[in-house]
């Protein structure tokens, strides 16, 4: 005796078209779910790790001061305001905070860069403390500073780059005499540091006259640190200004809420649209074989028997289009990786879409549930077809 | 403080763009190519690299005739070049061309103006780091690069840096800084033997 899969699995075969067309149905929107899925986890994943690449929760910087290269160039290298070293031991003095490194930002005017001159902007730094806040920099060659006031530098990747520095270089610091050696450059980490070069705090300081003061103060505190009130502490010194990396976080995800939002409706259209497809696909064969199956329930079969089969048919399509969605979603993540970039406002660099074996799971799952709703209608319809007049009628429902 | 925020987002977020090999463009090419050809009407960007116009033959056959490999991390075969080719109407009437070369204190980039035969009509530096900046980056020094072409380049090696012919007519603004003196002629032989290979001066 046939069993129930053999039968239905014949059954599909017998209109190959409908049934590969409604899988791929199935299949695409299978796709669309398990993507956006993995989307939703990949994304906050990734947005953390971008957040815990930069070092530090925690940027103090003087009231005013613009704190990155970039807001430093877009103001054409003016506006920098100054804290005194000082401030890093009222800083310290909180139990709250496990490290902090102070930051020396200074922007002078390269005559010689362009046809009328360019910003060059140099980033100060505690080489006993940056390095151990920024464990992700990697060095494609040589290493930090020998000493803490050494005359020397290191390239972020681009910047070296653009100024064709490789270790053992020197390197003219504009707006004065002063001749560095580079000790190190850096390998491409995605964020702003591949723009920056790097020279010690102290060499800075010394070179342009900006002795014991600094622009900002990296900050990372102890993990059970609740940050907002740690932020309200520190705005009791005077003159600062707090920039805080969860507040940054917070602010791009409101602006990809709105767009998670949109897709997320997308995938729920794209998924009533396959619940449709596959309940229409299996109706349209429960009519067609209206007469079979009133022939079978003549010879026997019970109105269980049929409502099972009919069932099993939708939920062997659905498990081959979620199968088949899930593989396509592994296969062509990173294809939906570039697709979202391009509509994001803001994309952290690692995975946007992150696939796994579980997620595939729970979405082969969803898909199954649909199925098993979409299959309950022509399924009932299917068993409650009278046997007589099923055989008597021409075209299959009357 | 919402916008300080939005702001430092969206420069995270140009920063992270940027990973593509740095070639040599010109920083305003709507006025840096109506200044070096002041009757164009219009002008195309081409970006080509050794890589993709021939691969590692072609950077053989470079270096043969620059009489010098390309060294070190930024001097590659996928170092992309851009090419301005320049009209007046519809009729090309020369190229502009940068290259970057390393420099005794930082980079240099150095572009060229050539008409269609491959002949000089404007050097221009770009960028240069030295104390004599100001002595290269002058009219003088530039105009002195005015009319000469490959031929000129072709017996110039740059491992002597020895100037002969009309080359040797070229004097150094800056004798302190002869070795950014001499980069500034490989990078001028490289940029017109680029010029030839890419096929844009025939």
């Given at each position: 005796?046939?069993?129930?899969?053999?039968?239905?699995?014949?059954?599909?075969?017998?209109?190959?078209?409908?049934?590969?067309?409604?899988?791929?149905?199935?299949?695409?929107?299978?796709?669309?779910?398990?993507?956006?899925?993995?989307?939703?986890?990949?994304?906050?994943?990734?947005?953390?790790?971008?957040?815990?690449?930069?070092?530090?929760?925690?940027?103090?910087?003087?009231?005013?001061?613009?704190?990155?290269?970039?807001?430093?160039?877009?103001?054409?290298?003016?506006?920098?305001?100054?804290?005194?070293?000082?401030?890093?031991?009222?800083?310290?003095?909180?139990?709250?905070?496990?490290r902090v490194t102070p930051m020396l930002m200074h922007a002078v005017f390269d005559p010689n860069k362009g046809e009328s001159g360019g910003i060059t902007a140099f980033l100060g730094i505690d080489p006993a403390t940056?390095?151990?806040?920024?464990?992700?920099?990697?060095?494609?060659?040589?290493?930090?500073?020998?000493?803490?006031?050494?005359?020397?530098?290191?390239?972020?990747?681009?910047?070296?780059?653009?100024?064709?520095?490789?270790?053992?270089?020197?390197?003219?610091?504009?707006?004065?005499?002063?001749?560095?050696?580079?000790?190190?450059?850096?390998?491409?980490?995605?964020?702003?540091?591949?723009?920056?070069?790097?020279?010690?705090?102290?060499?800075?300081?010394?070179?342009?006259?900006?002795?014991?003061?600094?622009?900002?103060?990296?900050?990372?505190?102890?993990?059970?640190?609740?940050?907002?009130?740690?932020?309200?502490?520190?705005?009791?010194?005077?003159?600062?200004?707090?920039?805080?990396?969860?507040?940054?976080?917070?602010?791009?995800?409101?602006?990809?809420?709105?767009?998670?939002?949109?897709?997320?409706?997308?995938?729920?259209?794209?998924?009533?649209?396959?619940?449709?497809?596959?309940?229409?696909?299996?109706?349209?064969?429960?009519?067609?074989?209206?007469?079979?199956?009133?022939?079978?329930?003549?010879?026997?079969?019970?109105?269980?028997?049929?409502?099972?089969?009919?069932?099993?048919?939708?939920?062997?399509?659905?498990?081959?289009?979620?199968?088949?969605?899930?593989?396509?979603?592994?296969?062509?993540?990173?294809?939906?990786?570039?697709?979202?970039?391009?509509?994001?406002?803001y994309s952290p660099t690692s995975s946007l879409v992150q696939v796994d074996i579980l997620l595939a799971l729970k979405a082969i799952g969803i898909i199954m549930a649909i199925g098993i709703v979409s299959g309950i209608?022509?399924?009932?319809?299917?068993?409650?077809?009278?046997?007589?007049?099923?055989?008597?009628?021409?075209?299959?429902?009357? | 403080?919402?916008?300080?925020?939005?702001?430092?987002?969206?420069?995270?977020?140009?920063?992270?763009?940027?990973?593509?090999?740095?070639?040599?463009?010109?920083?305003?090419?709507?006025?840096?190519?109506?200044?070096?050809?002041?009757?164009?009407?219009?002008?195309?960007?081409?970006?080509?690299?050794?890589?993709?116009?021939?691969?590692?033959?072609?950077?053989?056959?470079?270096?043969?005739?620059?009489?010098?490999?390309?060294?070190?991390?930024?001097?590659?075969?996928?170092?992309?070049?851009?090419?301005?080719?320049?009209?007046?109407?519809?009729?090309?009437?020369?190229?502009?061309?940068?290259?970057?070369?390393?420099?005794?204190?930082?980079?240099?980039?150095?572009?060229?103006?050539?008409?269609?035969?491959?002949?000089?009509?404007?050097?221009?530096?770009?960028?240069?780091?030295?104390?004599?900046?100001?002595?290269?980056?002058?009219?003088?020094?530039?105009?002195?690069?005015?009319?000469?072409?490959?031929?000129?380049?072709?017996?110039?090696?740059?491992?002597?840096?020895?100037?002969?012919?009309?080359?040797?007519?070229?004097?150094?603004?800056?004798?302190?800084?002869?070795?950014?003196?001499?980069?500034?002629?490989?990078?001028?032989?490289?940029?017109?033997?680029?010029?030839?290979?890419?096929?844009?001066?025939?």
């Amino acid at each position: 005796m046939p069993s129930l899969f053999g039968v239905a699995w014949k059954n599909l075969l017998r209109k190959r078209l409908r049934s590969l067309l409604t899988i791929v149905g199935i299949a695409l929107s299978t796709w669309v779910l398990v993507s956006l899925l993995g989307f939703n986890q990949g994304y906050e994943n990734s947005l953390n790790k971008d957040i815990d690449n930069l070092g530090f929760q925690v940027l103090l910087t003087a009231k005013g001061c613009p704190y990155e290269a970039a807001t430093l160039m877009l103001k054409g290298g003016t506006g920098l305001k100054y804290m005194p070293e000082s401030i890093i031991d009222s800083v310290v003095a909180n139990p709250q905070v496990e490290r902090v490194t102070p930051m020396l930002m200074h922007a002078v005017f390269d005559p010689n860069k362009g046809e009328s001159g360019g910003i060059t902007a140099f980033l100060g730094i505690d080489p006993a403390t940056y390095p151990a806040m920024k464990t992700y920099l990697q060095f494609q060659q040589g290493s930090w500073f020998s000493r803490p006031e050494a005359l020397e530098a290191v390239f972020g990747y681009e910047s070296a780059e653009l100024e064709q520095r490789e270790v053992g270089d020197e390197y003219l610091l504009p707006e004065s005499d002063a001749v560095v050696t580079v000790v190190g450059v850096l390998k491409r980490s995605g964020t702003q540091d591949d723009g920056t070069i790097f020279l010690p705090i102290k060499a800075l300081q010394k070179i342009y006259g900006v002795e014991n003061l600094v622009t900002s103060i990296g900050i990372k505190v102890q993990k059970e640190t609740d940050l907002t009130a740690y932020e309200e502490e520190l705005y009791k010194l005077t003159d600062v200004q707090v920039v805080s990396m969860a507040q940054v976080k917070q602010t791009i995800s409101n602006l990809v809420a709105t767009a998670r939002v949109m897709v997320m409706s997308i995938a729920i259209i794209a998924i009533l649209i396959a619940m449709v497809g596959v309940m229409n696909t299996v109706l349209m064969s429960v009519l067609e074989r209206w007469q079979e199956i009133g022939i079978m329930k003549s010879m026997g079969a019970m109105t269980s028997h049929i409502f099972r089969l009919i069932w099993f048919e939708t939920i062997l399509l659905t498990f081959a289009g979620g199968v088949l969605g899930s593989v396509m979603s592994w296969i062509l993540a990173s294809t939906t990786d570039t697709l979202i970039r391009s509509v994001l406002p803001y994309s952290p660099t690692s995975s946007l879409v992150q696939v796994d074996i579980l997620l595939a799971l729970k979405a082969i799952g969803i898909i199954m549930a649909i199925g098993i709703v979409s299959g309950i209608y022509p399924a009932w319809k299917a068993a409650r077809i009278r046997p007589i007049e099923a055989i008597r009628s021409t075209d299959g429902e009357q | 403080m919402k916008h300080v925020l939005l702001m430092l987002a969206l420069m995270l977020a140009a920063a992270m763009s940027l990973h593509a090999a740095v070639g040599c463009d010109l920083n305003d090419p709507d006025r840096d190519v109506k200044r070096l050809f002041p009757n164009s009407s219009g002008y195309k960007t081409f970006y080509v690299s050794v890589q993709q116009k021939g691969g590692k033959d072609l950077l053989a056959k470079v270096e043969k005739r620059l009489g010098d490999k390309f060294t070190g991390m930024f001097e590659t075969m996928d170092v992309p070049y851009t090419v301005y080719e320049v009209y007046k109407d519809k009729q090309v009437i020369g190229y502009i061309h940068g290259v970057n070369q390393k420099g005794q204190y930082g980079g240099i980039q150095i572009f060229l103006a050539l008409d269609t035969k491959g002949t000089i009509t404007a050097f221009y530096y770009q960028k240069l780091t030295n104390q004599s900046a100001k002595a290269f980056r002058s009219a003088e020094f530039g105009r002195q690069f005015v009319g000469l072409s490959m031929k000129d380049f072709t017996a110039y090696e740059p491992a002597t840096g020895k100037l002969e012919g009309t080359l040797a007519k070229i004097k150094n603004p800056a004798p302190k800084a002869e070795r950014d003196f001499k980069a500034t002629f490989r990078g001028v032989k490289k940029n017109l033997i680029l010029m030839e290979e890419f096929g844009y001066i025939k």
